[in-house]
């Protein structure tokens, strides 16, 4: 008699479902459920205060979003938060961790240092900064006015032109350090014998770096510029306390516009239909890198 | 409350202490005092009124006013709960609630969580609202957009049947708090305290420089320039602390010209923002701005960064509110010699605008298991004894007229100088509230804009006028 083929796979994988299962429900629950709420929220009018959702209005908050400049702006200031962020928290991560690979004096002591901000709480953080960027008895104006270079002395967080790039100043201060660890683990995870065949071969410290380490290293440097995207992508807290996406909306990103939409002006449909935007820029993003990835990966075993 | 055994035990020796001459003293004039204070006011956004001057306290006082017993009380022991947002309130709420149980309802507890800001107890409330819970039983709700999203939701229960039950209880709030407080013809919510926001100053520094407290806009811009020539910062104006304040110089000048029931005319959508009265708001916001009179960068400075500056002697001028008295007063060094004055005249011959307004309000959560225990719970806060002592301990504006007896009483123990100066002000409050959010988001972003210099004045209205008009025709009339 032979055995069902179907039956046989269930059999075969009724163990992984049983141990995946938890994980799976707490998963829908709490990740696939609300998401598929915030799509059919997106797609009706509510003001958050009724227990229930108002009138079904289609994609009319979508259309509303496509037409707010504020939204754009948002978007446009999520990319360049994107865009500027990751570059530099994964290249002075990967910098970081070159160095500290190294032989170095009080390696240990640096990694510890640059890993701080990481575990700080992002409420120090702001508040610290919020110091340091304050015009008039700040600490980087008083820098800036002791070393003769008072002409650049500025109300960083009070413009418009130099908002953001402060605000992406801190958070690349803040993460650099997660970068850092990813990235030293890596490196000491390389095969030996490879590095060692290079030197041999009279490959110098910049040829061995550029040319070896770093090939071996994208995998790592593609996750750590992944999660460093999708970071920069959700980012709220830092902005929020900081600005509140101020002045002049010339630090408003997607979550916070979603935030307020949903609790100040009472638009929760058009708060859903954003928070399902982002998701699928998220989404949308992590499955490209996760392609680049696997192409990359089957490019050298070929 | 620490002292609280402390303040009782005082109590009960008052009586022993005072003479005789000086309680008749301070009888007459609190007698006086009611035909001054509870005269109708109808100039449409003012919030408060004159308040007696009170005699210098000699020996122990106590709360002049009995602290009335409740009509319900709990036949269990029973908890309720209180959702608010300002943690310097909570030691004295607690102190009532606690002075509540024991005298009058050893079964009723109140629970105070204090969330850290506006926003988050917001957040809390709506989410909870949604889900229709019973709790918080009692909630705090800013006047403006806030009092009109939970009324119009039927989310609380307004204060008709408790006012009908206890008219007295009406009377002891100012009419033009209330008013502010009135939704579609309901209140519904009460006041815990009123505020102003002035301009404090360092006196020495202005003696040093030879300056008076200016009374008109030319003085305040010539009291800048001497300051700006000697190298002190004249006006430290945390703008950037939350969306409120970058509004604060328009609320100012619209106040000054008398044009506050203009403006809230216009943000309930029946006049149009660009009216050359309103404008001239923001020209004068952006006129502020350009002025020299604000310590650099106003948007990127909070409210601890303002203070600092003040308290250091680098600016001779902190524009911001009465509630912000303690941390202003902790911050100051020993010997600080600080006094306050109202903004000075906008226009020739105007008078000094005070932005005013209603601080926390308190209103009960339509789905409460308790509803009858939390309206007693807040007419024991608000009421008036309660409000003596919640005054007395914040130096906060109280939310009525009291007597002179009362403040004699509450001076003994604040010994803040300044506070019958702010009760002084309270009457020539114009209004600093906004009821149509997507209005008020509009203001702050306007404000912004022309204290960073990026748009016109008019152009800045019009973008007001436009989301006025996206608002539609607004759901809820107030007053």
């Known amino acids: ?145 002791a070393v003769g270079l008072g002409a650049w002395a500025h109300p960083w967080l009070g413009d418009p032109a130099t908002a953001l790039p402060a605000v992406i100043a801190v958070s690349v201060w803040k993460n650099v350090g997660f970068s850092l660890v990813i990235l030293l683990a890596g490196l000491q995870g390389l095969p030996q014998d490879v590095l060692e065949a290079a030197r041999v071969d009279g490959a110098n410290a910049w040829h061995l770096t550029l040319k070896v ?74 499955r490209v890198q996760t392609f680049v990835l696997r192409e990359s990966r089957e490019g050298e075993a070929a | ?152 939701s039927g989310s609380v229960l307004d204060f008709t049947k408790v006012f009908a039950e206890d008219p007295d209880y009406k009377k002891g709030f100012w009419p033009n708090a209330l008013e502010l407080l009135t939704i579609n013809g309901s209140i519904v919510s009460v006041p815990a305290v009123t505020n102003t926001v002035i301009v404090y100053y360092n006196r020495a520094l202005f003696r040093q420089h030879g300056l008076e407290v200016p009374n008109t806009l030319d003085e305040l811009k010539k009291v800048g320039a001497t300051l700006n020539a000697k190298g002190v910062m004249p006006i430290a104006y945390p703008a950037g602390q939350d969306r409120n304040f970058p509004i604060f110089p328009y609320y100012t000048y619209v106040g000054g010209i ?89 226009v020739a011959g105007g008078h000094k605008p005070v932005l005013s307004s209603v601080g926390i309000t308190l209103t009960v959560n339509a789905r409460s298991k308790h509803p009858d225990l939390a309206f007693e719970m807040i007419k024991a806060i608000t009421g008036a004894w309660g409000k003596i002592e919640y005054t007395r301990n914040l130096g906060l504006s109280p939310n009525g007229p009291i007597s002179a007896e009362a403040i004699a009483y509450q001076m003994q123990s604040l010994k803040d100088p300044l506070y019958p100066e702010f009760l002084k002000l309270q009457p020539t409050g114009t209004t600093r509230v906004i009821f149509t959010p997507v209005v008020e988001e509009a203001m702050t972003q306007g404000m912004q804009a022309l204290i960073t210099g990026q748009k016109t004045p008019k152009a800045v209205m019009e973008s007001v006028e436009a989301a006025s008009q996206k608002a539609g025709a607004r759901k809820f009339k107030v007053g």
């Not at chain 1, 690979?101 to 890993?115: E, I, K, P």
């Not at chain 1, 928070?275 to 998220?282: E, T």
């Not at chain 2, 306290?57 to 009380?73: C, I, T």
């Open chain 2, 1 to 152: 409350m620490s002292n609280a055994r402390g303040r009782r035990e005082a109590h009960g020796e008052m009586g022993r202490r005072m003479s005789r001459r000086r309680l008749l003293e301070l009888g007459l004039l609190s007698a006086a005092a009611p035909s001054v204070l509870l005269r109708p006011r109808h100039a449409a956004a003012q919030i408060g009124g004159a308040q007696p001057t009170a005699p210098t306290p000699a020996g122990e006082l106590k709360n002049p006013v009995e602290f009335k017993a409740p009509k319900v009380k709990a036949s269990s022991p029973t908890t309720i709960s209180f959702w608010q947002y300002v943690g310097f309130h909570v030691d004295v709420q607690k102190f009532i609630a606690e002075e509540y149980k024991r005298r009058f309802d050893p079964n009723l507890s109140l629970e105070i969580t204090a969330y850290p800001g506006l926003n988050e107890q917001r957040v809390g409330v709506k989410s909870a609202l949604a889900a229709q819970s019973p709790t918080p039983d009692i909630i705090a709700v800013e006047p403006g957009a806030y009092a009109v999203d939970v009324s119009a």
């Open chain 1, 213 to 286: 380490i770093t090939p071996l290293m994208r995998p790592i440097l593609a996750l750590t510029a992944l999660l460093s995207i999708i970071g920069g992508l959700k980012v709220f807290d830092l902005v929020f306390i900081m600005t509140r996406g101020g002045p002049t909306y010339s630090t408003e990103v997607l979550a916070t516009m979603l935030y307020r939409e949903a609790f100040e002006l009472n638009h929760m449909g058009v708060a859903s239909a954003i928070g399902v935007i982002l998701v699928a820029v998220v989404l949308s993003i992590a």
């Open chain 2, 258 to 346: 008398k044009a506050d029931k203009l403006m809230r005319e216009a943000d309930l959508g029946l006049k149009p923002w660009t009216s050359p009265e309103l404008v001239a708001g923001a020209e004068f916001v952006e006129m502020m701005a350009k002025s020299g009179l604000y310590a650099k960068g106003p948007l990127g400075v909070k409210e601890p960064d303002a203070i600092q500056i003040f308290a250091t002697g680098r600016s001779a001028m902190f524009w911001g509110g009465q509630w912000m008295r303690r941390s202003i007063r902790a911050a100051l060094p020993p010997g600080f010699d600080m006094g306050l004055f109202p903004f000075p005249a906008v």
């Open chain 1, 1 to 145: 008699m032979r055995a069902n083929p179907v039956r046989h796979r269930w059999q075969r994988h009724a163990v992984g479902y049983a141990f995946a299962g938890p994980a799976l429900l707490i998963l829908a629950a709490f990740l696939l459920y609300p998401i598929g709420y915030s799509l059919w929220l997106s797609l009706h009018e509510w003001d958050g205060y009724t227990p229930r959702w108002g009138p079904f209005v289609g994609i009319e908050n979508y259309r509303a979003l496509a037409a707010d400049e504020v939204f754009w702006r948002a978007m446009l200031n999520s990319i360049i938060f994107v865009v500027v962020r990751t570059p530099l928290e994964v290249g002075l991560g990967f910098l970081l961790a070159l160095l500290l690979n190294r032989r170095l004096v009080a390696r240990s002591l640096l990694r510890t240092l640059f890993f701080v901000p990481v575990v700080m709480s992002l409420i120090v953080v702001t508040i610290i900064f919020q110091r340091v960027y304050e015009p008039n008895t700040g600490l980087l104006n008083t820098v800036l006015n």
